[in-house]
């Protein structure tokens, strides 16, 4: 199917940096004019960095002259001021102008566009002087499932030259890296390897294997023949370095090699660069691609975030034991490159295929790149581990925090295994004897988390995560293994060792002290808080009926059932749900007058405004955008009713009068400034007309934060609420537009925020996807019903492809792995009874119609389906 990706030019090229890099691995952005910024490839943030005089540059020979010779770059964005360096030398920054490193003021194209679709990204160049049209596409290897491949610590460019004139041209393009590291010892070299690979290594003999400095870069070809190099540029001072690489550049011919001995000093301001061509010559009208891999290998991590006291434990990172060095990386990235690309590039045609507006493709997509930036680490084992965010030079709030990524759905079904280590590490690391859970990781692991209270939605996400997981991968193994830890977390609500005293009366409902992902605490019932709960406890009553503690899962089951009857009744105002509190009862705060807080010693000093006569921080009457968010993931997780379904469908559509706001003008928002001027949101919380709204409010409450926004729309979406579902997301989308901010960025406490994955919902309620693999089951069941069908992408534990379905037949694809079905459910106008169903190269026998328990609209196999990678189930109306 052709379509046409969405283009960047001109302004809205200034904020993009698309990253480029493994999960776990850190990242190397590329910038909208073609830049490479951001070198996140140390174990840790770096943004607003480049490397040195790292670039790509081309240049076209004919008949043993010089045509044209240019830095493969479009316009430097403004200002021109210049921007502050870290650490930079004292003649620099705001002020001096742009730093000569971004080589802005080398000839570069006048025209440049980008086309991003993550994980892939296209340039293209343009100059009257230059012949033809230079194309850039970037890439690293995104594979649904083979995780291994997805962490691959590297970027992979290919260029491709047209040569549109009637003559013979030589083109070169030309990739330098700069050596990290500056100073002495420097060792930059060249190596031919025997499957004909070139790479320019680039490293330091000034660390010891062990020393978190330790390791280099590699840049890398596969070009056969018209490879040249020069292992270092010309050593001085002032700008020396760069104006003899430019002669040498610009002169016809290749590169001829310049090399320094380690022990040999060079300027201490400058840092080491190297350069590695290749020259192709092209007949008139032909076109040929040069392929580029950077790679990084910096194996040793320590907590510098939050160092320990007692001193640093360096551990190694996961890619340090798949790969030995950086000239390893390349030579895998090429050697592989065929395979790693066409896979990449399956899963980005099913993606994109799918029939779903170009908002939510976008979102979905755009957010997966946060797996491959620096908010994101793989330990030793490979286990994931991830920050919120990050800030500019270090992480954003450690700790795989459970409350924020509760809201990140890409992983689960992208790649369950790491998703499920997420839940191995918090079960045996964050549990503490008196079933509190830490929501945070400390790392190295096995360090102390501290004393700090336990937080609702942390934890009992946490149990709604494990039941989650264990659905998509259907492993009881894994499960029993962590039912314990499980079960604490639930127990742990009317536990007398609770010193917040959740649910103290047991009655299913939170009433005591409540932690929660905006920071603070809110006191007394409120449904969003008691509906993690509520859908908690439903969820491990499934899990122990499952196991066969019937006496407990009826335990948990009635307290659902008592909780839910409570909920419904005494938090629905008639418009939506809110919080039961008196907002002037001290007495609410002295209760838990002890245990410090975020801010103050106690609950008194940090919650008692003197002045206005009233508890700070809460709801109360207000329409908060997570009073409905266990009902969405409930019906992400299968869990079924957590709200009585009119009433939330009654909030919905008044969270969406109330929050939703066309534009910001109006706004008085004395927090953070997600959303500006004519932009569009739906904020935290609002009070509407007739409602009280407390003196000091909700934290955050006037912002616009995308990850709570997605989950609001797509509970709309998931509820019929289409158009406002997607008017939510278009104004996300429209935020992030390349101009005002980067596309691949999406903001909250830092940049690359985890929570913003939570778009990938939206394809999970625009497929009504559905999935239970303990029965063998999978479903789709669209919200929507395009003219020519419904075609949408899906990913479960073992396998992933497409599904496609029209008014009279449809198809299951996989693409990759292997799945074994027992039943598929589709919409109510598929029934078993006037169902054919085939598979090329096997006998597909259905249940028949009668035997099915219950009557299902949808296929049931007589005997399990095993669907293996390129194999396809078909059926139709007979």
């Not at 109360?620 to 009902?631: F, H, N, R, T, Y």
């Not at 910001?664 to 001027?677: P, S, T």
């Not at 955050?700 to 019929?720: D, K, L, P, R, V």
């Not at 599904?803 to 598929?824: D, M, N, P, Y």
């Amino acid at each position: 199917m052709s379509r046409t990706w969405r283009t960047y030019a001109g302004n809205q090229t200034r904020e993009i940096s698309f990253p480029l890099g493994g999960i776990g691995t850190g990242s190397i952005g590329l910038a909208g004019n073609g830049r490479l910024v951001d070198w996140e490839i140390f174990n840790a943030p770096n943004k607003r960095s480049f490397n040195g005089y790292s670039h790509f540059a081309v240049k076209a020979e004919a008949d043993g002259r010089l045509l044209d010779a240019r830095v493969l770059n479009g316009d430097f964005p403004s200002p021109y001021m210049g921007q502050p360096l870290r650490g930079g030398p004292l003649h620099s920054g705001y002020g001096y102008g742009p730093e000569n490193n971004t080589m802005a003021g080398m000839p570069h194209f006048r025209g440049h566009t980008f086309q991003g679709e993550f994980p892939l990204a296209k340039m293209t160049f343009e100059d009257t002087n230059f012949p033809g049209t230079v194309r850039l596409q970037a890439f690293n290897p995104f594979i649904p499932l083979n995780d291994a491949d997805s962490s691959l610590p590297c970027a992979l460019f290919e260029v491709r030259f047209d040569n549109p004139l009637a003559y013979p041209v030589t083109y070169t393009a030309a990739l330098t890296a700069s050596n990290p590291k500056a100073g002495q010892r420097i060792v930059n070299r060249y190596a031919k390897d025997e499957a004909g690979l070139h790479t320019l290594k680039l490293g330091s003999e000034a660390h010891q294997a062990d020393d978190p400095s330790y390791g280099d870069i590699s840049i890398a070809t596969d070009a056969g023949e018209g490879v040249s190099y020069q292992e270092f540029w010309y050593r001085g001072g002032w700008c020396d370095n760069l104006e003899m690489y430019w002669r040498d550049f610009t002169e016809a011919g290749p590169f001829r090699n310049r090399t320094y001995a380690s022990e040999q000093a060079h300027h201490p301001r400058h840092k080491d660069n190297g350069t590695l061509a290749v020259r192709i010559t092209l007949a008139p009208g032909a076109s040929e691609r040069v392929r580029f891999v950077l790679g990084w290998h910096y194996p040793n991590v320590y907590n510098s975030w939050n160092p320990e006291p007692e001193g640093r434990t360096i551990w190694r990172n996961y890619y340090a034991g798949q790969f030995v060095d950086s000239a390893a990386v390349a030579s895998y990235a090429l050697s592989q490159w065929d395979r790693l690309l066409a896979e990449t590039e399956k899963f980005h045609e099913a993606l994109f295929g799918s029939t779903l507006p170009e908002e939510v493709l976008e979102a979905v997509s755009a957010n997966l790149s946060v797996l491959k930036s620096p908010t994101s680490l793989r330990l030793t084992d490979g286990s994931f581990y991830g920050f919120e965010g990050c800030i500019e030079d270090v992480g954003s709030c450690e700790g795989s925090c459970t409350h924020v990524w509760n809201y990140a759905y890409a992983m689960p079904f992208l790649f369950p295994a790491l998703e499920r280590s997420m839940r191995d590490l918090d079960f045996k690391y964050n549990a503490r004897a008196d079933g509190s859970m830490a929501f945070r990781l400390m790392l190295p692991l096995g360090r102390d988390p501290g004393p700090f209270r336990a937080c609702v939605d942390g934890q009992m996400g946490g149990v709604i995560k494990a039941y989650r997981d264990w659905k998509i991968s259907g492993d009881d193994v894994w499960l029993r293994k962590n039912w314990p830890a499980i079960r604490q977390s639930i127990e742990y609500a009317w536990s007398e060792s609770n010193p917040d005293k959740w649910d103290a009366d047991r009655d299913g409902v939170i009433e005591g002290r409540q932690h929660h992902t905006l920071d603070m605490e809110l006191f007394g019932p409120n449904a969003w808080l008691t509906g993690f709960y509520l859908a908690a406890l439903k969820a491990a009553s499934e899990i122990a009926a499952y196991l066969g503690e019937e006496a407990l899962s009826a335990e948990y089951g009635e307290l659902f059932r008592r909780g839910k009857a409570w909920t419904d009744t005494h938090l629905y105002n008639g418009r939506y749900y809110i919080q039961s509190i008196d907002l002037t009862d001290r007495s609410l705060l002295e209760q838990f007058d002890t245990g410090g807080s975020l801010f103050g010693d106690n609950a008194v000093s940090a919650y008692w405004n003197d002045e206005a006569g009233e508890i700070k921080y809460q709801i109360g009457e207000g329409c908060g955008i997570d009073q409905l968010v266990a009902q969405w993931h409930a019906n992400l997780c299968g869990l079924g009713e957590i709200f009585d379904p009119e009433q939330a469908r009654h909030a919905l559509r008044e969270l969406y009068v109330s929050n939703f706001k066309a534009h910001m003008r109006d706004e008085a928002n004395a927090w953070r400034l997600f959303a500006l001027n004519d932009e569009g949101g739906l904020v935290i919380c609002s009070w509407p007309e007739g409602s009280l709204r407390p003196a000091v409010p909700l934290t955050y409450a006037s912002e616009t934060m995308t990850g709570f926004e997605y989950q609001a729309a797509c509970h709309m979406i998931q509820e019929g609420m289409l158009e406002e579902g997607l008017q939510i997301v278009r104004a996300i989308r429209d935020r992030y537009d390349g101009e005002k901010r980067n596309p691949w960025n999406e903001v909250e406490c830092g940049s690359n925020y985890a929570r913003s994955m939570a778009s990938y919902s939206l394809l999970l309620a625009y497929s009504g996807f559905s999935f239970d693999m303990t029965k063998g089951e999978i479903g789709f069941r669209p919200v929507t019903m395009p003219e020519g069908g419904f075609r949408t992408f899906w990913s479960i534990d073992g396998a992933w492809g497409t599904f496609e379905l029209t008014a009279a037949q449809g198809v299951l694809r996989v693409i990759g792995g292997s799945l074994t079905l027992k039943r598929l459910g589709l919409p109510e106008t598929w029934r078993l009874s006037t169902v054919h169903a085939a598979a090329e190269g096997m006998k597909v026998d259905l249940m028949a119609a009668d035997l099915a328990e219950p009557a299902i609209c949808g296929l049931a196999f007589a005997s399990p389906l095993v669907l293996t990678k390129d194999q396809e189930l078909t059926w139709y109306e007979v």
